[in-house]
């Protein structure tokens, strides 16, 4: 309806053509993503773009637009095109060098924040990627300092401009290293917390062509997916205070066995969360 009475060059016929575009690529929701897009070029509120319909738009933002649209029709992530994403209150920086924060991610820190107690001293956030649960850790908890740790230099670079960017710069250190491996023998933790990878090897190939496009350092957990997981359960007990808790962001079939490996190395209180969509996708221990 809008392209019958909005000229190509308006606010409204470039959303309609995009969306158009966007949907014969295979992207599912193509016009909260194109208006998405059109906001970023607009530099405009999402939510007040439909106000624009009518106006015309100049050559120098609609070849950025056009840009835009082909990189996403490309099936890059709508976060790498944007170059930026949401995480709760927090806009982070993101590039191909890290993980799209995700929604089940906002979820998990709140299920964290539930169980924390109100005071704390020093926790670790381990594969940091872009750095937003330690971000928002450091917030919330201002009187702890957060290390956050990835074995990736350029995940870590980007979590730190975050990190500065959202005045946390201070309390959160980085550690570039394999798990805990750099921690210094003295330290130790009120509470590790971690979104490893946990992909499965053998489902690699077959993710969705954007999640083929983030680091697949990030999303490959070896055989069963556990790898990793495996090895930081193992790890966190030695670092854990007494009563010190280690929370788990896992696989949608994973519970179980991530529940079986804090079990075998003596972990108490493991608890199973669900997200909004049902799913067991965390998962607590107490040392
Ligand atoms: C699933 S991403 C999660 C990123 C971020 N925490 C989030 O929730 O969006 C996993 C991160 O763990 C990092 N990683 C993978 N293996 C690691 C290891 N052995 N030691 C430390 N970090 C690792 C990856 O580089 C990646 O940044």
């Not at 637009?65 to 930026?84: F, I, T, Y």
């Not at 964290?112 to 649960?133: E, H, Q, Y």
């Not at 009120?190 to 496009?213: G, H, I, Q, T, W």
């Not at 179980?256 to 190395?265: E, I, Y």
Request: aromatic content about 8%; hydrophobic content about 45%; proline content about 6%.
């Amino acid at each position: 309806m809008t392209s019958s009475i909005l000229s190509e060059s308006t606010v409204g016929g470039m959303l309609k053509t995009a969306t158009d575009r966007l949907t014969a690529s295979g992207v599912s929701n193509a016009a909260w993503e194109a208006r998405e897009l059109m906001a970023a070029v607009l530099k405009e509120l999402p939510v007040l773009v439909p106000l624009r319909f009518r106006e015309e738009v100049p050559a120098a933002p609609r070849a950025v637009w056009d840009r835009l649209v082909a990189e996403r029709c490309g099936r890059k992530p709508l976060a790498q095109v944007l170059g930026e994403w949401s995480f709760g209150d927090l806009r982070l920086l993101v590039t191909p060098d890290v993980l799209v924060p995700r929604p089940e991610t906002e979820e998990f820190f709140s299920w964290i924040v539930d169980r924390l107690p109100p005071r704390l001293f020093s926790l670790a956030d381990v594969g940091t990627g872009s750095g937003c649960l330690a971000i928002a850790l450091a917030r919330k908890y201002p009187g702890a300092y957060v290390w956050a740790v990835d074995v990736s230099p350029s995940a870590l670079s980007v979590a730190r401009r975050n990190a500065a960017a959202h005045g946390v710069g201070r309390r959160v250190f980085f550690l570039e290293g394999d798990l805990m491996s750099r921690f210094s023998p003295g330290l130790h933790l009120d509470a590790v917390v971690a979104n490893l990878p946990y992909v499965d090897e053998k489902d690699m190939e077959s993710l969705d062509p954007e999640v083929r496009r983030e680091p697949a350092l990030a999303l490959d957990g070896g055989r069963g997916g556990l790898d990793v997981i495996r090895r930081l359960i193992v790890q966190a007990w030695e670092k854990l205070l007494p009563d010190g808790q280690v929370f788990l962001e896992i696989g949608h079939d994973q519970a179980a066995a991530v529940s079986d490996l804090f079990r075998g190395m003596g972990y108490r209180k493991i608890e199973v969360g669900r997200d909004f969509a049902g799913v067991e996708r965390f998962v607590a221990g107490t040392k």
